[in-house]
């Protein structure tokens, strides 16, 4: 089975007229432009979900230091997760499948279902060596 990474699109944050086009944006998705810019890895977890220790795990199997922000102990994580459900396009307002969402170079990569699919199709170290989280 063969996966297909370039259908889904990575983008940057500011491709969707965050930052700096004079587009006013809600706070959470201000935040998560932020965050997601602070690491060449960035996963936005809560602590007690098994999906976000699974993909925190084969992060740091890999050699990999992400940024971790658990959502369920900061401050802001209600508005940062609302406005991830609305980048990853799921409905509701808390969507199950929402968590962990990672960010690989400032890009949005996804959920664990487009992580894991990465992985399996070797798509995903590329991503890591080009944004400097792997060297080898």
């Not at 063969?2 to 006013?24: A, C, D, N, P, R």
């Not at 798509?123 to 792997?134: E, I, Q, R, T």
């Amino acid at each position: 089975m063969q996966y297909q990474t370039e259908s889904w699109g990575s983008y940057k944050m500011s491709s969707l007229g965050f930052g700096g086009l004079g587009m006013v944006a809600d706070t959470g998705l201000l935040r998560i432009e932020s965050l997601a810019s602070e690491s060449a890895v960035v996963i936005f977890s809560v602590s007690t979900c098994c999906m976000c220790h699974a993909v925190k795990g084969l992060f740091r199997g890999m050699g990999v230091s992400p940024a971790v922000h658990e959502l369920d102990l900061h401050p802001y994580g209600g508005d940062i997760q609302r406005a991830l459900i609305r980048l990853l396009g799921c409905s509701g307002s808390s969507s199950p499948g929402s968590l962990p969402v990672v960010f690989i170079g400032g890009k949005l990569v996804g959920a664990m279902d487009r992580v894991m699919a990465s992985h399996i199709n070797g798509s995903l170290v590329p991503l890591l060596k080009d944004a400097g989280a792997l060297w080898l």
